[in-house]
């Protein structure tokens, strides 16, 4: 298996690597704004049919665990292997 680094030059993937990174910032802004929907749906909503709640939970793991694979393969793109 070949590393992204044998398949394009180190010059191109390097402005990829800021697109990651300012992604990853926005994507956590707007994460922000979700656990503060989130909250707010549960303080105002407190006798909403079971099946919607349900769903709310459910999308909002899948956010924590994306947006938490997005800022650890920025992590990983540009602190860990920054030698390389």
């Not at 690597?17 to 992604?23: H, I, P, R, W």
Request: aromatic share 12%; with cysteine.
């Amino acid at each position: 298996m070949s590393s992204v680094g044998s398949l394009l030059p180190l010059e191109t993937l390097h402005g990829l690597f800021g697109t990651l990174l300012v992604g990853s910032w926005i994507n956590s802004m707007l994460f922000a704004l979700e656990i503060a929907q989130v909250y707010q749906y549960f303080s105002t909503f407190r006798r909403d049919i079971g099946w919607i709640r349900v769903l709310v939970v459910s999308m909002f793991t899948i956010d924590i665990v994306s947006t938490g694979a997005v800022c650890g393969l920025a992590y990983t793109v540009r602190v860990s292997r920054r030698q390389e």
